[in-house]
């Protein structure tokens, strides 16, 4: 069994969030063929509002966003992907996918959708120089953002060395970022990336896979601190069968099949409860899905958003073992991907995998109680005298003052007022 580790901070009370990724912060462009904007008046809404609106009704509450990473672009540096599709940074796109977030009071995981960017000193240090100003500029802007620095680190540019030398490279650029960014005064919440997320077979004398050691170790300014670890969680063929997709075995699908799913699921599982408990931060996984290398006859939907019997299992046990069982508290997930450049899915359209018939729709998903974001500031999904008491103890505060607690800021607007009251006492004793 793990043991916790003596030096892991004890984090706030935080949020359990649910929601999916894959949209880009460019797409808050307005679609001319869509229903008018709810949130700007005078325009058509975008896909990044209807993606929003589709995942409320699902009782979601969290977006992600992304933007193609700035300096392995600059400097020239090949992705592990390509990643043009996603779209240079705008502030203004930001700005847009923040109004539209802050609209319907959903959380906001910005994502600079890179690998190698911290590989080296020259990529590592333009990668903090470009999100000083980020961080800088939205620090204040809305309670609800949670910054991710990288999609998912890769070891491919790192100097040679095995996976504790890379993780603890890794943790030394995670680290100076949450520096940088608690210096400039930001205190919001920060996802640090697994270097499995990306791909690596780290495991121990009997073969089972020990990726939790790879989860980088940071400590936070802040008391107390604000950071989620995060895991991406794929089934892959033909990688798990550890066979080549032309052999034999492969050909006959060796082990795939709902047994390796099962087992798949909870070493993911048990290495996000050893990463919790060895960091002692919650879980935020920030991709999950039913995307898998898989030959064509496999699959019940092709494409990026789609998925095959045994990915679609993989993908509904490891969602019972997260939210289910005994550590339930620490986990959150965004799933991969509802989003509207997945045109290689026949039927996505607007939505992705949350379209009807895809497998966002075919799962039974966590239900986080998005009614109540506006008035359960401790986050149990229950309105009472605990969320009173805590704006009462602020009230008055601005942003900025030393009394001001974002969490019993309820409409995110810089200042704890009687609107905040309101707000708690609208829904005073619902729960969920």
């Given at each position: 069994?793990?043991?916790?580790?003596?030096?892991?901070?004890?984090?706030?009370?935080?949020?359990?969030?649910?929601?999916?990724?894959?949209?880009?912060?460019?797409?808050?462009?307005?679609?001319?063929?869509?229903?008018?904007?709810?949130?700007?008046?005078?325009?058509?809404?975008?896909?990044?509002?209807?993606?929003?609106?589709?995942?409320?009704?699902?009782?979601?509450?969290?977006?992600?966003?992304?933007?193609?990473?700035?300096?392995?672009?600059?400097?020239?540096?090949?992705?592990?992907?390509?990643?043009?599709?996603?779209?240079?940074?705008?502030?203004?796109?930001?700005?847009?996918?923040?109004?539209?977030?802050?609209?319907?009071?959903?959380?906001?995981?910005?994502?600079?959708?890179?690998?190698?960017?911290?590989?080296?000193?020259?990529?590592?240090?333009?990668?903090?120089?470009?999100?000083?100003?980020?961080?800088?500029?939205?620090?204040?802007?809305?309670?609800?953002?949670?910054?991710?620095?990288?999609?998912?680190?890769?070891?491919?540019?790192?100097?040679?060395?095995?996976?504790?030398?890379?993780?603890?490279?890794?943790?030394?650029?995670?680290?100076?970022?949450?520096?940088?960014?608690?210096?400039?005064?930001?205190?919001?919440?920060?996802?640090?990336?697994?270097?499995?997320?990306?791909?690596?077979?780290?495991?121990?004398?009997?073969?089972?896979?020990?990726?939790?050691?790879?989860?980088?170790?940071?400590?936070?300014?802040?008391?107390p601190g604000r950071i989620f670890i995060s895991l991406h969680t794929y089934?892959?063929?033909?990688?798990?069968?550890?066979?080549?997709?032309?052999?034999?075995?492969?050909?006959?699908?060796?082990?795939?099949?709902?047994?390796?799913?099962?087992?798949?699921?909870?070493?993911?599982?048990?290495?996000?409860?050893?990463?919790?408990?060895?960091?002692?931060?919650?879980?935020?996984?920030?991709?999950?899905?039913?995307?898998?290398?898989?030959?064509?006859?496999?699959?019940?939907?092709?494409g990026t958003a789609g998925y095959s019997a045994v990915s679609l299992h993989?993908?509904?046990?490891?969602?019972?073992f997260e939210f289910n069982g005994t550590l339930a508290s620490k986990f959150?997930?965004?799933?991969?991907?509802?989003?509207?450049?997945?045109?290689?899915?026949?039927?996505?359209?607007?939505?992705?995998?949350?379209?009807?018939?895809?497998?966002?729709?075919?799962?039974?998903?966590?239900?986080?109680?998005?009614?109540?974001?506006?008035?359960?500031?401790?986050?149990?999904?229950?309105?009472?005298?605990?969320?009173?008491?805590?704006?009462?103890?602020?009230?008055?505060?601005?942003?900025?003052?030393?009394?001001?607690?974002?969490?019993?800021?309820?409409?995110?607007?810089?200042?704890?007022?009687?609107?905040?009251?309101?707000?708690?006492?609208?829904?005073?004793?619902?729960?969920?």
């Amino acid at each position: 069994m793990p043991h916790l580790n003596a030096s892991a901070q004890t984090v706030d009370v935080h949020p359990i969030l649910a929601g999916w990724g894959g949209e880009r912060i460019e797409d808050t462009v307005q679609n001319s063929t869509a229903p008018s904007s709810g949130v700007f008046p005078g325009e058509q809404a975008s896909n990044f509002e209807q993606i929003m609106i589709r995942e409320q009704s699902g009782g979601y509450n969290t977006m992600r966003a992304s933007f193609a990473p700035y300096c392995a672009v600059r400097y020239g540096v090949n992705e592990a992907s390509p990643q043009d599709f996603m779209g240079n940074y705008s502030a203004y796109d930001l700005v847009r996918a923040i109004q539209i977030a802050r609209h319907f009071m959903f959380w906001i995981v910005v994502d600079y959708h890179g690998y190698n960017d911290v590989m080296n000193s020259t990529l590592g240090n333009c990668w903090l120089n470009f999100w000083s100003g980020v961080v800088n500029q939205f620090k204040y802007n809305y309670t609800r953002i949670i910054w991710e620095p990288l999609n998912e680190p890769s070891s491919r540019y790192m100097p040679p060395g095995d996976a504790t030398t890379h993780t603890a490279l890794l943790s030394q650029w995670y680290q100076a970022w949450v520096n940088q960014a608690r210096l400039l005064g930001d205190t919001h919440w920060i996802v640090v990336q697994n270097l499995c997320s990306y791909g690596c077979s780290y495991s121990d004398e009997q073969g089972r896979y020990q990726e939790w050691k790879a989860y980088p170790t940071v400590t936070d300014k802040i008391s107390p601190g604000r950071i989620f670890i995060s895991l991406h969680t794929y089934l892959d063929y033909p990688a798990y069968t550890g066979c080549e997709i032309t052999s034999t075995f492969c050909a006959a699908d060796y082990d795939w099949n709902y047994s390796a799913a099962n087992l798949a699921a909870r070493q993911d599982y048990l290495n996000m409860v050893n990463g919790t408990i060895n960091t002692g931060w919650p879980v935020l996984n920030t991709e999950g899905g039913t995307a898998c290398e898989c030959p064509s006859r496999i699959l019940q939907v092709a494409g990026t958003a789609g998925y095959s019997a045994v990915s679609l299992h993989y993908m509904q046990q490891l969602t019972n073992f997260e939210f289910n069982g005994t550590l339930a508290s620490k986990f959150s997930s965004v799933y991969w991907l509802a989003a509207s450049w997945a045109a290689d899915t026949p039927g996505a359209g607007v939505y992705g995998a949350l379209s009807g018939g895809e497998w966002g729709n075919l799962i039974t998903t966590p239900f986080v109680c998005q009614p109540l974001l506006n008035a359960d500031n401790n986050y149990d999904w229950k309105v009472n005298i605990l969320d009173l008491t805590l704006v009462g103890g602020s009230f008055g505060a601005r942003r900025g003052d030393s009394s001001y607690l974002d969490r019993a800021d309820m409409n995110s607007d810089g200042r704890i007022d009687i609107r905040d009251l309101v707000s708690i006492a609208s829904m005073f004793g619902n729960k969920c």
